[in-house]
C-alpha cells in the first residue's frame, strides 16, 4: 500500500517488487474533499465465498427434479383432495408446485409453464386449488406457492460470473493447477453433464409441519452432498486434484452461481501502456454518459475527480523529484511535497497531457479547482473515511470473501458519494 | 451563519407572503406520534354492541382495557378482556395485546398469549387499533384448529366439535380441561 | 478558549491543511454564506452535541476533534464491554466497566490538545429542551430507532421560527455489518427521521403459532424458550440479556426442543445473536460513515462547501458488501409526517371561555369546520368523541372553563375528527385578553 504523491522512484521500485511477488498493490490518495484508492492485483482473481444475499440463493429444482424429490412429494400428494385441512394446510409449497407441476404437463405434452403468460396461468391454478372453508377463508402455503411461482419457476441456467470463469483463458499455466481452477473445471464437466450446478442445499423456511419439513430438507442436503461428492471425485481424478481439500469442493458447490472473477483481464501486455488507453476510453465513456445523466436519472461521473487528483499528484510528484535531484533533504519527500500548492491550470494541462480534451470539460475544471484549493492537503475525514474503505477492501482480499472493487474507488466529499471505476 | 437560516427564511417567503406571525409558545412537552395515532384510531374505533373500552387514566390513552361479549359462537355468555400497551414506536410496531384471563382457546395460551397475524408477523403501520379489535372479536366466533398455541384445544377441536363446546362450556364457568383450571368468564 | 495549553505560535501550522481548505472558496463554495476569515474561530466557539459514544461515537469524537471543533460534548449510558475494545479504539482492556463518555472524553481530550469534551453518563431523555438549546449541531452515533426518534423530536420540537439559534442540524449515522447511511436532517425544513422510517426495515417476525406448535429452524426453538417458555417458566425474575446465566437457560430450552423436533443447528452463539438481535458491527464500515457524518459536520460549521440537504441530497446509503456502492438522494419531507409535518396554527380563544365553547369555535374555523372534533394536549386528555367509554370521563371537561383545565397562553391543542381521516389539526391557543 503507498499514498500519492510518491517519487516515480519509489513507485517503480514498490511496482517491481509487487510484479516480481505477486503481491496486491493499493495506492491511496486523499486531498481536500476528494480521494480515489486504486488496487492492483497480480492477476485474475476468483472468489467462492462473495455472501451473496440469502434470499437470492434458493435453488429449489422444481424444473428439474431428482427420483427421490418428486417420490416424496408425490407421496404427500397422492390423496391431495382427501387430506385432512390440517394437512392440506401445511403442505410445503415445494411440494405444492412439485404436485401441480405434474398436473400442468400432463395438460401441456410434458411441457412445463415457460412463458410469462404460462406462468401466471400456472400460478391461478394453484391458486385456485387452496381450500377457502375455513376460518382464515384461504391457506398460507398455498399463498406462499403461488408467490414463488415466478422466482422458482426458471430453467437452470449459466450464471454470468460464472461463464466468465468458465470461459477464462489462463495467461499461466502455474494458475491452472490451483484449487479453485480444478474445481472450477469440475464444476464446468458436472454442468455440461447434467446441464445444472451442484445443488446448494439449502431449503428457505417455508409453511409446514416440523417433521416434514425436516424430512425435506434432509432430501435437499442430501443431494447436495451427493452432487459435491460427484464434482469432489471429478476432481480428485485430475491432476493435481488429490491434494485439493474437500472441504473447499464444497464452498464451492454451495456458491456456485455465485462465484465471481475479479480482475480477468490482468496481466496481459504492457501493463503502461494499457492503462494509459484504458483511461482514455473510459474517460470517453464516463463524458457520454454524463451527456444523458440528466436524462436516464443516473448520478454524474466522478471520473473528473479522479483525473484531477492524480494530475496533482503526477505534479507533486515530479517537483518533490526535482527538489531531490538538487541534492537538498531526500527521504520523507511526499508529505512535504504535497505540500507546495498545484495551480488548477498545471492540473489542467497536466490532464490535457493525458486524456487529450478532457481539460475542456466543465466538471473537469471545477475538480482541477477544487483539488487546487486543498493545496496537497488532506482532511482528517475524507482521509478516514478512505482508509476505512481500503481497510474494509484489503480484508476482502486477504480473506477471499464477498466482493472486493475492480478497480478504481473515487469518493468526491461534497457530493458525499463514491463511484467504482475500472481504469 | 448556519446555512439553515438563510434556507429557512427563502422557503417561508416561497410558502406564504406575510401571514402575521405565531403565538410564542412556552416550551411544553410535545405530542408524540403515538399519541396521534391512538387519538386518530380511537375516534375511529367501532365497537358495536359486544365490545367496550376501560381507561383506568383517561389521560393515558396509549394504555387501556378491551371487553369482549360475543352474542354468538361457542364463546357466547363469556366476557373477556385484553390490555392494550401502545408502545412509543407504534404504528411502527403493533400494540401489545394480552388476554387478562385463563381462557380454554386454541389461540390463546395460558399466559394470555394470543396467536393473531397482525399481532406480530403481518403488523404493519396501515393497520389500526380497529382492525386488532376485528381480529380478536373473530377469534371467538371461530377459533382455529390449524395454528394453535394451545395445542390440547386445538386437538380437541379438530377431532371433536362437540367435545370441544362441551370443555369450552366447563372452562368459561371456572371448570376443569385436561387437568388444567381455567378462569371463570360467565357474564 | 479551550486552546490553552497549545503554543498560540503553533496552532496556525497544526491546522494549515485543514485551514487551506475551510478558509478559501472553492468552484462550489456559496458565496453568500461563506465567511473565510471568522471560520476556525466559528468551529472554535461552535458547542456540538455527540450522542453515543460506541463503535461511531468513538470515531466521531476522534474526527471532530481532527477537524478543528474544540467544543464537544458527548452522551452515553453505557459501560464498556470488553467486547467493545475491538473497535471502539478510544477504550483499553483497564477500562472495562467504566463510563464510555468519560473514557472517550478524557482520551481524546489527551490526544488531540486544545478540545475540550464534556461528558455525560446518563440518557438522551435524562435532559429538557433547554439542554438541547445550548448546542449548534448535533451528531448521532447510535444503534436504537427509538433513541432516534426521541432526539429528532426533541430538536424539531425547539424550532422557533423567530429564533435563528433554534434550528439545530441533526446528522445521524447507523451501520449494520457493511452497509450503513449517514444522513442530514435540518429541522422543519427538510425531510426527518420520523419521515424517513420506512427507511428501516422491520425486524421480519415468526408466527407465535408457528413457535408454539410446528418449529422448523434452529431460530424458531430460540424464540420459542425466549417468549414462549421463559414466560411460563420464569427461572430469573428478569430476562438480562447480558447474563450469561440468563442466555444459557436459553440456550439449553432451545436445544431441547431442537432436539424433540431433530431440528439441526441450535448454538450458544446463534441463541445470543437471536435474543439480543446482534447484527455484526465492522470498524471499517464505522470508520466510514462516522467519517461521512463528520464531513458534513465541517462542511455545515464552516460553509466551505455544500452540504447534504442543502438544498437537494440529504441521505448517503452505502454498502461495502459486493464491491463499494454508495446512493445518496434526496428523501422527500413528508407533509403528515406526525413529527415535523404540522406546524401548529394559531387559535384564538379566551381562557374564560369553556371546553364546549372553544369546540364551537372549531366547527366554525372555514378552512376545516370540524364538526365531531376529539382534543388532547401531549398529557391531557381533553374531550374524546369515542370511544363511549372515554366520552363519558371526559364530557365533564366540556363545561370546564380552559383556565380551569390548566390550559395556558401558547397550549398546543391537537384535534381529529373523523371526517378527516387522515388529517391531524395541531393548533396554539392564542388567547385574546393578553
Known amino acids: 500500500?503507498?499514498?500519492?504523491?510518491?517519487?516515480?522512484?519509489?513507485?517503480?521500485?514498490?511496482?517491481?517488487?509487487?510484479?516480481?511477488?505477486?503481491?496486491?498493490?493499493?495506492?491511496?490518495?486523499?486531498?481536500?474533499?476528494?480521494?480515489?484508492?486504486?488496487?492492483?492485483?497480480?492477476?485474475?482473481?476468483?472468489?467462492?465465498?462473495?455472501?451473496?444475499?440469502?434470499?437470492?440463493?434458493?435453488?429449489?429444482?422444481?424444473?428439474?427434479?431428482?427420483?427421490?424429490?418428486?417420490?416424496?412429494?408425490?407421496?404427500?400428494?397422492?390423496?391431495?383432495?382427501?387430506?385432512?385441512?390440517?394437512?392440506?394446510?401445511?403442505?410445503?409449497?415445494?411440494?405444492?408446485?412439485?404436485?401441480?407441476?405434474?398436473?400442468?404437463?400432463?395438460?401441456?405434452?410434458?411441457?412445463?409453464?415457460?412463458?410469462?403468460?404460462?406462468?401466471?396461468?400456472?400460478?391461478?391454478?394453484?391458486?385456485?386449488?387452496?381450500?377457502?372453508?375455513?376460518?382464515?377463508?384461504?391457506?398460507?402455503?398455498?399463498?406462499?406457492?403461488?408467490?414463488?411461482?415466478?422466482?422458482?419457476?426458471?430453467?437452470?441456467?449459466?450464471?454470468?460470473?460464472?461463464?466468465?470463469?468458465?470461459?477464462?483463458?489462463?495467461?499461466?499455466?502455474?494458475?491452472?493447477?490451483?484449487?479453485?481452477?480444478?474445481?472450477?473445471?469440475?464444476?464446468?464437466?458436472?454442468?455440461?453433464?447434467?446441464?445444472?450446478?451442484?445443488?446448494?442445499?439449502?431449503?428457505?423456511?417455508?409453511?409446514?409441519?416440523?417433521?416434514?419439513?425436516?424430512?425435506?430438507?434432509?432430501?435437499?442436503?442430501?443431494?447436495?452432498?451427493?452432487?459435491?461428492?460427484?464434482?469432489?471425485?471429478?476432481?480428485?481424478?485430475?491432476?493435481?486434484?488429490?491434494?485439493?481439500?474437500?472441504?473447499?469442493?464444497?464452498?464451492?458447490?454451495?456458491?456456485?452461481?455465485?462465484?465471481?472473477?475479479?480482475?480477468?483481464?490482468?496481466?496481459?501486455?504492457?501493463?503502461?501502456?494499457?492503462?494509459?488507453?484504458?483511461?482514455?476510453?473510459?474517460?470517453?465513456?464516463?463524458?457520454?454518459?454524463?451527456?444523458?445523466?440528466?436524462?436516464?436519472?443516473?448520478?454524474?461521473?466522478?471520473?473528473?475527480?479522479?483525473?484531477?487528483?492524480?494530475?496533482?499528484?503526477?505534479?507533486?510528484?515530479?517537483?518533490?523529484?526535482?527538489?531531490?535531484?538538487?541534492?537538498?533533504?531526500?527521504?520523507?519527500?511526499?508529505?512535504?511535497?504535497?505540500?507546495?500548492?498545484?495551480?488548477?491550470?498545471?492540473?489542467?494541462?497536466?490532464?490535457?497531457?493525458?486524456?487529450?480534451?478532457?481539460?475542456?470539460?466543465?466538471?473537469?475544471?471545477?475538480?482541477?479547482?477544487?483539488?487546487?484549493?486543498a493545496a496537497g492537503g488532506e482532511l482528517h475525514n475524507v482521509a478516514a473515511l478512505t482508509g476505512g474503505m481500503v481497510a474494509q477492501e484489503v480484508i476482502k482480499i486477504v480473506t477471499k470473501q464477498y466482493i472486493p472493487i475492480d478497480n478504481t474507488c473515487v469518493f468526491d466529499g461534497i457530493a458525499s458519494r463514491c463511484q467504482v471505476l475500472r481504469l | 451563519m448556519l446555512k439553515i437560516w438563510s434556507m429557512k427564511k427563502e422557503q417561508e417567503k416561497a410558502e406564504n407572503a406575510g401571514e402575521g406571525t405565531t403565538a410564542p409558545a412556552p416550551k411544553k412537552k410535545r405530542v408524540t406520534a403515538a399519541q396521534l395515532r391512538v387519538q386518530r384510531d380511537l375516534a375511529e374505533l367501532s365497537l358495536g354492541n359486544t365490545m367496550t373500552t376501560e381507561f383506568p387514566d383517561p389521560d393515558n390513552i396509549l394504555s387501556f382495557i378491551l371487553y369482549i361479549e360475543p352474542d354468538e359462537g361457542m364463546y357466547k355468555g363469556g366476557r373477556f378482556s385484553f390490555s392494550f400497551n401502545v408502545t412509543p414506536a407504534f404504528p411502527h410496531e403493533p400494540p401489545k395485546v394480552l388476554c387478562r384471563e385463563k381462557i380454554y382457546h386454541p389461540n390463546i395460551d395460558t399466559e394470555g398469549k394470543v396467536c393473531l397475524n397482525i399481532l406480530r408477523e403481518d403488523w404493519k403501520p396501515v393497520l389500526n387499533l380497529n382492525a386488532v379489535i376485528v381480529g380478536l372479536q373473530f377469534l371467538f366466533l371461530e377459533p382455529n384448529a390449524s395454528d394453535p398455541l394451545n395445542k390440547e384445544a386445538a386437538d380437541d377441536l379438530r377431532n371433536n366439535r362437540d367435545g370441544f363446546k362441551r370443555n369450552v362450556r366447563q372452562a368459561m364457568a371456572g371448570g376443569t380441561v385436561r387437568g388444567e383450571t381455567y378462569q371463570r368468564v360467565l357474564v | 478558549m479551550a486552546s490553552a495549553n497549545v503554543h498560540p505560535a503553533s496552532e496556525p501550522a497544526r491546522w494549515k491543511y485543514l485551514d487551506s481548505v475551510r478558509t478559501r472558496p472553492g468552484p462550489f463554495t456559496d458565496a453568500s454564506t461563506f465567511n473565510g476569515s471568522v471560520v476556525a474561530r466559528a468551529m472554535e466557539t461552535m458547542k456540538v452535541l455527540v450522542i453515543g459514544a460506541g463503535g461511531l461515537g468513538c470515531e466521531i469524537l476522534k474526527n471532530l476533534a481532527l477537524s478543528g471543533f474544540k467544543d464537544i460534548h458527548v452522551i452515553d449510558m453505557d459501560t464498556i464491554d470488553i467486547s467493545n475494545l475491538n473497535r471502539q479504539f478510544l477504550f483499553r482492556q483497564e477500562d472495562v466497566g467504566k463510563s464510555k463518555a468519560e473514557v472517550a472524553a478524557r482520551f481524546v481530550e489527551k490526544r488531540v490538545r486544545g478540545v475540550r469534551i464534556t461528558p455525560y453518563n446518563c440518557k438522551i431523555q435524562d435532559f429538557d429542551e433547554d439542554f438541547y438549546m445550548q448546542f449548534q449541531l448535533v451528531i448521532c452515533g447510535l444503534d436504537s430507532i427509538e433513541a432516534r426518534r426521541w432526539i429528532n423530536a426533541t430538536l424539531v420540537g425547539l424550532v422557533d421560527e423567530n429564533i435563528e439559534d433554534s434550528y439545530k442540524p441533526l446528522i445521524d449515522g447507523g451501520t449494520e455489518g457493511f452497509k450503513g447511511q449517514a444522513r442530514v436532517i435540518f429541522p422543519t425544513v427538510t425531510s426527518c427521521i420520523e419521515c424517513q422510517l420506512d427507511m428501516h426495515a422491520p425486524r421480519a417476525a415468526v408466527p407465535l403459532c408457528t413457535l408454539a406448535s410446528i418449529p422448523r429452524q434452529p431460530e424458531h426453538c430460540i424464540e420459542w424458550a425466549h417468549v414462549i417458555a421463559w414466560d411460563q417458566e420464569k427461572p430469573f425474575p428478569q430476562l438480562d440479556k447480558d447474563d450469561p446465566e440468563h442466555i444459557n437457560w436459553l440456550y439449553q430450552k432451545a436445544l431441547d426442543r431442537a432436539r424433540e423436533f431433530n431440528i439441526p443447528g441450535v448454538t450458544y452463539s446463534l441463541t445470543q445473536g437471536v435474543v439480543k438481535n446482534i447484527i455484526p458491527a465492522i470498524a471499517s464500515t464505522n470508520s466510514v460513515i462516522a467519517a461521512a457524518c463528520c464531513n458534513e459536520a465541517l462542511k455545515i460549521a464552516s460553509n466551505c462547501a455544500p452540504s447534504l440537504g442543502l438544498p437537494d441530497a440529504n441521505y448517503m446509503m452505502y454498502s461495502g458488501n459486493d464491491g463499494i456502492y454508495t446512493y445518496t438522494f434526496r428523501h422527500e419531507r413528508k407533509d403528515d409526517c406526525p413529527v415535523c409535518g404540522g406546524q401548529a396554527r394559531d387559535l384564538p380563544a379566551d381562557a374564560a371561555w369553556t371546553l364546549r365553547e372553544l369546540l364551537d369555535s372549531l366547527a366554525a374555523r372555514p378552512e376545516a369546520q370540524l364538526r365531531q372534533p376529539s382534543v388532547r394536549t401531549a398529557t391531557k386528555t381533553l374531550y374524546m368523541q369515542l370511544p363511549p367509554s372515554l366520552e363519558e370521563q371526559t364530557r365533564p371537561n366540556l363545561d370546564k372553563t380552559l383556565a380551569e383545565l390548566g390550559l395556558d397562553h401558547g397550549q398546543e391543542i391537537v384535534v381529529t375528527d373523523p371526517a378527516f381521516a387522515t388529517v391531524i389539526f395541531m393548533f396554539k391557543l392564542k388567547f385574546k385578553s393578553r
Open chain 1, 1 to 373: 500500500m503507498y499514498t500519492h504523491p510518491i517519487l516515480p522512484e519509489n513507485l517503480s521500485a514498490i511496482e517491481a517488487y509487487a510484479q516480481r511477488h505477486k503481491t496486491p498493490l493499493v495506492a491511496i490518495h486523499s486531498s481536500g474533499f476528494y480521494s480515489y484508492f486504486q488496487i492492483n492485483l497480480p492477476g485474475a482473481f476468483p472468489i467462492v465465498d462473495t455472501h451473496p444475499d440469502e434470499t437470492a440463493t434458493t435453488d429449489l429444482r422444481l424444473l428439474s427434479p431428482w427420483p427421490e424429490l418428486t417420490a416424496f412429494a408425490a407421496e404427500l400428494t397422492k390423496d391431495i383432495d382427501g387430506l385432512d385441512d390440517v394437512e392440506h394446510g401445511h403442505l410445503p409449497y415445494v411440494v405444492i408446485l412439485l404436485h401441480y407441476l405434474e398436473r400442468w404437463k400432463a395438460a401441456h405434452d410434458g411441457k412445463y409453464p415457460a412463458t410469462y403468460k404460462e406462468k401466471t396461468e400456472f400460478r391461478k391454478m394453484v391458486q385456485a386449488a387452496a381450500r377457502t372453508d375455513n376460518p382464515e377463508g384461504g391457506e398460507e402455503n398455498f399463498e406462499e406457492a403461488a408467490a414463488a411461482v415466478l422466482k422458482t419457476l426458471v430453467p437452470p441456467s449459466l450464471p454470468s460470473g460464472l461463464r466468465e470463469v468458465f470461459e477464462y483463458k489462463h495467461p499461466e499455466p502455474v494458475e491452472q493447477r490451483s484449487g479453485f481452477w480444478l474445481i472450477a473445471d469440475a464444476v464446468k464437466q458436472f454442468y455440461e453433464k447434467h446441464q445444472c450446478l451442484p445443488l446448494p442445499g439449502k431449503l428457505p423456511d417455508m409453511k409446514a409441519q416440523s417433521k416434514v419439513y425436516i424430512q425435506l430438507q434432509n432430501i435437499y442436503k442430501a443431494k447436495a452432498r451427493s452432487d459435491a461428492a460427484e464434482i469432489l471425485q471429478i476432481v480428485q481424478a485430475s491432476p493435481g486434484g488429490e491434494r485439493v481439500d474437500p472441504a473447499e469442493v464444497d464452498l464451492f458447490c454451495k456458491n456456485a452461481a455465485f462465484v465471481k472473477l475479479i480482475n480477468a483481464t490482468g496481466g496481459e501486455g504492457d501493463a503502461s501502456i494499457s492503462r494509459a488507453d484504458r483511461l482514455r476510453s473510459a474517460a470517453a465513456r464516463e463524458f457520454a454518459n454524463d451527456e444523458t445523466a440528466a436524462l436516464t436519472l443516473s448520478p454524474l461521473s466522478l471520473l473528473p475527480v479522479y483525473l484531477a487528483l492524480q494530475a496533482a499528484g503526477t505534479r507533486a510528484a515530479a517537483a518533490a523529484e526535482a527538489v531531490n535531484h538538487v541534492g537538498s533533504s531526500a527521504g520523507h519527500s511526499s508529505n512535504s511535497s504535497s505540500g507546495g500548492a498545484i495551480s488548477a491550470d498545471e492540473i489542467l494541462a497536466t490532464i490535457a497531457a493525458q486524456v487529450p480534451g478532457a481539460e475542456k470539460n466543465e466538471r473537469v475544471v471545477q475538480a482541477a479547482g477544487e483539488v487546487a484549493r
